[in-house]
C-alpha cells in the first residue's frame, strides 16, 4: 500500500463524502421544513417555529462549518476532515435522539403512516446514510496526521 507524503491533504474522496453529508445539512432542514408540514403550518403555535426556524439554521451553520473544515489548508488535514466529521454527524445524531424525548413523533397525527422509506422513519433512515457517508470518508482517511501544505 503506498504511504502518504507528509504534506498530501485528506484523501479527495473522504473530502467528498464529507461535502456531500454537509450540503444535505445545509439543504435538507429546508426541503423538508420549508411547507405547510412545519414552517406553514397553521396548527403549530409560533414558539414552535421558532424552534423549527432555529433548527433550519443549525443545520445551515453545521452544513457551513463541517465545508469550511474538508476545504481549509490546515497544518494537519486529517485532523480537520475529524472536526468537519463531527460538524457534519451533530445534526444528523440530534436528530435521531429527538424522538427520546416525551410528546415527539416522527410525523404529525394527520399524515400517520407517511414520511417513511422502506418501511422506516425517513428520518431516521436518511441520518443512517449519511452518518455511514461519514464514517465511510474516516475509514478512507485513517491512518496518521498528514500535513497539508
Not at 421558532?50 to 457551513?64: E, V
Amino acid at each position: 500500500m503506498p504511504t502518504e507524503d507528509a504534506r498530501s491533504p485528506a484523501p479527495l474522496a473522504s473530502r467528498i463524502l464529507v461535502t456531500v453529508v454537509a450540503l444535505a445539512t445545509l439543504a435538507g432542514p429546508y426541503l423538508a421544513d420549508w411547507n405547510e408540514t412545519h414552517i406553514y403550518n397553521p396548527r403549530w403555535p409560533p414558539h414552535a417555529k421558532f424552534h423549527n426556524a432555529q433548527t433550519m439554521l443549525l443545520g445551515t451553520a453545521l452544513g457551513a462549518c463541517a465545508i469550511a473544515f474538508t476545504w481549509r489548508r490546515a497544518a494537519d488535514a486529517r485532523a480537520s476532515l475529524r472536526v468537519a466529521v463531527v460538524f457534519g454527524a451533530l445534526y444528523w445524531l440530534t436528530q435521531m435522539g429527538s424522538i427520546l424525548f416525551p410528546g415527539t413523533a416522527f410525523v404529525d397525527p394527520e399524515r400517520a403512516g407517511q414520511g417513511t422509506i422502506a418501511g422506516l422513519p425517513a428520518q431516521i433512515l436518511i441520518s443512517v446514510v449519511l452518518l455511514g457517508l461519514l464514517g465511510a470518508a474516516l475509514a478512507l482517511a485513517r491512518g496518521g496526521p498528514v500535513r497539508q501544505s
